[in-house]
């Protein structure tokens, strides 16, 4: 079924040229020499002020790095990146130590104020009703991290999340000041022979955000962590590791932007998540960097490897992610079932447009009993883009007891773009069991029946349940992404294809 | 990373083909077709798993080497052979018969062939030089390495035409038995072209005569269906426990043609057969359908790739894997849906049964749409038999192996329906139910 005129309209409205992010901040920068060498890599690690152990963790990645040769299985395509003709570290000069929020560059506030997103905490906390017709501030606490081209601008909220127990602040900073928890965990989920990507992120990496969540604490406020990248010719590496202990929750946000330019930006990004018994994370992401201009010049390549194990019993990792953004997505956020009865979902809404390409999925990787795991995905093509679902659902030997239940939909508009399923089910174990589907008309044909009978047409209703289906996570985001997500999802969903 | 260093038996393999090349049948333009695939195949060599499509199809773990081409069959081998047919035969078919690698008269019906019904074996079309049908015959896309393997070292085969609006009634029967008492490798290589209005049923099977090891069999299959003609395709491998099958078949519809194929897989230690299948006219449509039954040590594994070129084509896949011991069921079906062919119906549903808890199924449905304007789908799906299905029977006296296979049948049942002959449903049927009566 060809989609119908509203719902083009609609896409072309969130079309390439429509993206507001696209400003650049005048600001003085401190950057380390083009290129990339152990003394790059030494040079960030001396700029962090990083323990031996750190620096030599990261020459050993960097030492394998040389070894690799960069993936082509994904489908994407991109001319070959010249990783000496990036600057791996570029910081926001800094004019004094910062004792507090004022003392930030007024540009890097005014940056994020323009992004939407609160850096000062009174504003919030006072719920300061937003100007008519501005951005919405949302009235709830949420602690921002806020990541400029390499380092950690401000994370706020701190002196409460302490009160918690919540460790919740730049990852540079906990190398320093909880050395044993990063060395428990860090590299455990992602090692740094992971993949190409990875290991070079895992060399060069500058910032990011840590979170430790003690056993039995639920986080009382929603982490988020805002990444810009701003400078010319950098590539963005950050890392972001996230351990939940015993029993405790923790919703964490992540949104990122960069300014319109006509080169391609490197973001090779790694994320590890791990969740111990009883312990839940729930990570959501608003990916919106640059996608290039409507001729497909410029935008970002968002390699990026996102991880969780679920290592304790009962635990359980879910993924939310609203892709928009970026030139060339390649990205699979994925699942290690390790606990017993654990769970994994993904929740994945991937746009792309103009001559974006999206290679995004997931893993599912279920090795202890009784594992669960459920996997929605809706991809958007329209223009000239490319958007490939490619997830691996598998249960090993041991897996007794697996579950899962997968159903991907794409959309097609206009009939120069592409959408492609590319699935991998493996069963090594006679009591999974695993669904796969691919079709719209069987989401629940009960509740499509009960809104039909209604009054709603087919339409309206998949659009409903979907709705339905994401509108938790996507209440859960900050108010400024939760309303632009909300508008690409309420893209009706007819004309599917598996 | 296609970066693949020559092995020892890749090497062995090159001198074999240096050896055989002159007695290959075919010169000029054929030599050099073979000599281009077979160099295209020593540049892949055996397919191993970090080549995307072999993923789960290691070649070089599973089967080392590629063997030597087998000796042409002696009298004895012919009358093994013969006595394997007999146990096998189909009643009311035309039999054609390829014994290690080289075309049988003897065992054959070639008498009172029908009007615009032609049967030639490959060796003597490729003798008889180059022309554009021997071109054809051994044609190959050297992108798949083992199908150039077969263009390469192909011996034998039949060649079958027929003529516009020829309808036969009487199926033909393509029978593969492999004979040699010792071990090595056939490659054969037939042509079906089936003119416009016209219609036929193909059986393929794959047999082994008594006292046959550890064969090789290589086959390729290219199938051009005219306009508006029909064709019913039915494929049974029941090669012995330690054989390995790797074969694949080339089909291309005209305007409004229809192509229903079922497969069963049930013998073979390895297995793969890569169907590809092209909708070039409009208005064509395809079942494809298929059944593995394994268990032992086994692998088969069924790759299909369907490509959607023109508009307004439909194409439906249904395909169940009942899998048991240590065995491993594979199966990677690929729709494409070219820019240009809106209003394409396709639907691909693959279902795998564990029976034990050793065995392995992958499922690999994918799916590359271009166009906007079409309806396409697939699901997938992996368990174990129903439990409380399988208490309800028992509940009422039926043993555990019978509630089982009544169940497995029903499970094999929705592919094994689509094949249109009776008869021929019938032989099928029978298949399955010999390998469940194996297994009580």
New interface residues.
Partial sequence: ???VQETVERVRRIDVDQYRYGFETQIESDKAPKGLSEDTVRFISAKKNEPAWMLEWRLEAYRRWLTM?EP??ARVDYPKIDYQDIYYYAAPKPKKTLSSIDEIDPEILKTYEKLGIPLREVAILEGVEPPPGGPQTPNRKIAVDAVFDSVSVATTFQKELKAAGVIFMPISEAIREHPELVQKYLGTVVPTSDNYFATLNSAVFSDGSFVYVPPGVRCPMELSTYFRINERNTGQFERTLIIADKGSYVSYLEGCTAPQRDENQLHAAVVELVTLDDAEIKYSTVQNWYPGNSEGKGGIYNFVTKRGDCRGRNSKISWTQVETGSAITWKYPSCILRGDNSSGEFYSIAISNGFQQVDSGTKMIHLGKNTSSRIISKGIAAGKSQNTYRGLVSAH?KATGARNYTACD?L????????????????????????????TSKISEDVLFYCIQRGLSQEEAVGLVVNGFVKDVLQQLPMEFAVEAQKLISISLE???? | ?NVVAKTETGRALGDAFAVVRDRLPGKGKIADQRREAFEAYERLGLPHRRI?DWKYTDLRALMREVLPLAPAPDAAALARAAAAIKLRAIDGVRRLVLVDGAFAPDLSDLGNLDKGLSIRPLRDVLDAGDNALSVQAIATDVSNPMLALNGAMATDGVVIDIANGTVLTQPLHIVHVASGTAPASMFTRSLLRLGRDAGVTLVESYLAGEGAKAYQTHDGLIVAIGDNARLDHVRLVEDSIDAFNISSATVSLGAHAHFNTFGLTSGGHVSRYQLTVTCAGEGSKVETNGVNLINGKQHADTTLFMDHAVPHCASREIFRAVVDDRAHSVFQGRIIVR?DA?KTDAKMMTR?L???????????????????????????????LDESLLFYMRARGLPEKEAQALLIQAFVGEAIETIASDALREVAIATAQRWLKARA
Avoid at chain 2, 361 to 376: G, H, R, S, Y
Wanted: net charge negative; hydrophobic share 35%; with cysteine.
């Fill in positions: 079924m060809p989609a040769t082509t299985w030997r794409s097609l508009i206009g009939d120069k773009c592409g959408a492609h399923t590319v699935p991998y089910v493996e069963a090594k174990n006679s009591s999974a069991t695993f669904e796969h589907e691919a079709t004309g599917s294809v598996g | 990373m995307e820019p809106q795998a564990l029976l034990s808890d050793d065995a392995e199924a992958d499922n690999k449905p994918e799916l590359e749409i271009f166009a906007d304007d079409v309806t396409c789908g697939h699901g997938a799906t992996t368990g174990a």
